[in-house]
């Protein structure tokens, strides 16, 4: 029979983290307070285990009474994106964080307290406040008596699309990943979160682990594997012509370049400002390597992803689909996603990616799981 694991799984979204883990682990609860997120989580996985309420409003008594193997906490990341205002983890809404850290030291008093803890969120969070947020939250699961670490983990690995993350790993006493000494190579520990160390309380730090290196996944689909050749919404040649009259003079010649050799080659790409000789110049700015760029919320038109196609010595555009979005997430295309264009990209961007999730549980949380088991026996 099959080892099943259980899980809470907080700041929920679409169930992302859910899909990850896959039918291994038994959900015990998911929450989210976004009305069309939890919508959608409804409708990929039902009602029972979900609770829509701001995470503020929740204590103990709303949480499930048997211990769960892990507790996976997507907090939000707008305030220590490098893309935001880096109002810091304290600000409005990255600081729901505190929320999650009551809920976990109530289970702790309670003795339920989770044997994993995860926490994802953006790569920025190493160096916000000079990398203070990143001490706040190690000390908070050291001061639990959590085993913690971090590793820096990239969806390109698994989907066409470059998005780093930061996880902040704790594992409990019993809980005992595969350590391994100081990293040397930055691919293994990248220079910003060995500079965040040093903001860590020796109580901290000495509570601290490398994780052993782990055998890396091989993406093996690229950007114009996932995209809709033939959909019907691409952009008038006039409105093409007009975005690549946008593009710098060496992208435009890119461009020309694969239209000669009659490759057939996909991109994305966004439209930014940029400061050019003193003035301020908006560009269409593409890439060609096989990825997409990060996706994100639709918080306006210029953030919305463009998909550029070239096929036969013709380009085309168009914005790219709630569907392709979801496919760059590892979504399965059964994944019903909401109807609106906005809720589903926005469900998207907010997301972790589900194949990344799913390595994390298959090379780190289920072998230090049945390390645990074992122990306990």
Same mark, same amino acid.
């Given at each position: 029979?099959?080892?099943?694991?259980?899980?809470?799984?907080?700041?929920?979204?679409?169930?992302?983290?859910?899909?990850?883990?896959?039918?291994?682990?038994?959900?015990?609860?998911?929450?989210?307070?976004?009305?069309?997120?939890?919508?959608?989580?409804?409708?990929?996985?039902?009602?029972?285990?979900?609770?829509?309420?701001?995470?503020?409003?929740?204590?103990?008594?709303?949480?499930?009474?048997?211990?769960?193997?892990?507790?996976?906490?997507?907090?939000?990341?707008?305030?220590?994106?490098?893309?935001?205002?880096?109002?810091?983890?304290?600000?409005?809404?990255?600081?729901?964080?505190?929320?999650?850290?009551?809920?976990?030291?109530?289970?702790?008093?309670?003795?339920?307290?989770?044997?994993?803890?995860?926490?994802?969120?953006?790569?920025?969070?190493?160096?916000?406040?000079?990398?203070?947020?990143?001490?706040?939250?190690?000390?908070?699961?050291?001061?639990?008596?959590?085993?913690?670490?971090?590793?820096?983990?990239?969806? #390109? &690995?698994?989907?066409?699309? =470059?998005?780093? !993350?930061?996880?902040?790993?704790?594992? $409990?006493? *019993?809980?005992?990943?595969? +350590?391994?000494?100081?990293?040397?190579?930055?691919?293994?520990?990248?220079?910003?979160?060995?500079?965040?160390?040093?903001?860590?309380?020796?109580?901290?730090?000495?509570?601290?682990?490398?994780?052993?290196?782990?055998?890396?996944?091989?993406?093996?689909?690229?950007?114009?594997?996932?995209?809709?050749?033939?959909?019907?919404?691409?952009?008038?040649?006039?409105?093409?012509?007009?975005?690549?009259?946008?593009?710098?003079?060496?992208?435009?010649?890119?461009?020309?370049?694969?239209?000669?050799?009659?490759?057939?080659?996909?991109?994305?790409?966004?439209?930014?400002? #940029? &400061?050019?000789?003193?003035? =301020?110049?908006? !560009?269409?700015?593409?890439?060609?390597? $096989?990825? *997409?760029?990060?996706?994100? +919320?639709?918080?306006?038109?210029?953030?919305?992803?463009?998909?550029?196609?070239?096929?036969?010595?013709?380009?085309?555009?168009?914005?790219?689909?709630?569907?392709?979005?979801?496919?760059?997430?590892?979504?399965?295309?059964?994944?019903?996603?909401?109807?609106?264009?906005?809720?589903?990209?926005?469900?998207?961007?907010?997301?972790?990616?589900?194949?990344?999730?799913?390595?994390?549980?298959?090379?780190?949380?289920?072998?230090?799981?049945?390390?645990?088991?074992?122990?306990?026996?």
């Amino acid at each position: 029979m099959m080892q099943q694991f259980s899980f809470l799984e907080f700041f929920a979204g679409g169930g992302m983290a859910r899909l990850g883990l896959g039918d291994s682990w038994r959900c015990l609860l998911a929450n989210d307070f976004d009305p069309q997120k939890c919508a959608a989580y409804r409708a990929n996985f039902g009602d029972n285990d979900l609770i829509e309420a701001d995470i503020a409003a929740l204590n103990l008594n709303d949480l499930p009474g048997e211990r769960a193997d892990l507790i996976w906490g997507s907090f939000p990341c707008q305030d220590l994106s490098l893309a935001g205002a880096r109002g810091g983890i304290h600000a409005k809404r990255s600081g729901a964080f505190f929320g999650f850290r009551r809920l976990v030291e109530q289970l702790h008093t309670a003795g339920r307290a989770p044997h994993i803890v995860a926490l994802e969120n953006v790569a920025g969070l190493m160096t916000s406040n000079g990398g203070r947020d990143f001490a706040v939250v190690v000390e908070c699961l050291a001061a639990l008596d959590y085993r913690v670490t971090a590793i820096v983990l990239d969806a #390109r &690995a698994f989907t066409p699309q =470059s998005r780093p !993350r930061l996880f902040i790993l704790g594992f $409990g006493p *019993a809980a005992a990943p595969a +350590t391994a000494k100081t990293p040397t190579s930055e691919k293994l520990a990248p220079p910003a979160l060995i500079s965040a160390l040093d903001h860590l309380p020796p109580e901290a730090r000495a509570q601290w682990l490398w994780l052993a290196p782990q055998p890396g996944p091989r993406r093996n689909i690229r950007l114009g594997d996932i995209i809709d050749w033939n959909a019907a919404d691409w952009h008038p040649p006039e409105q093409t012509k007009a975005l690549v009259d946008m593009m710098s003079a060496s992208q435009r010649a890119r461009i020309e370049a694969i239209m000669r050799n009659g490759a057939r080659r996909a991109g994305a790409g966004f439209r930014r400002t #940029r &400061a050019e000789n003193g003035n =301020s110049v908006q !560009r269409f700015e593409a890439r060609f390597d $096989g990825l *997409a760029g990060c996706l994100r +919320t639709p918080a306006g038109g210029s953030s919305r992803q463009i998909v550029i196609a070239i096929e036969g010595g013709k380009v085309r555009t168009r914005l790219m689909s709630p569907r392709e979005a979801a496919r760059l997430m590892g979504l399965r295309e059964d994944y019903i996603l909401p109807e609106s264009t906005t809720a589903a990209l926005k469900l998207c961007g907010d997301g972790v990616c589900a194949p990344l999730v799913q390595w994390l549980g298959e090379n780190i949380f289920e072998p230090a799981l049945l390390i645990r088991a074992i122990k306990a026996a």
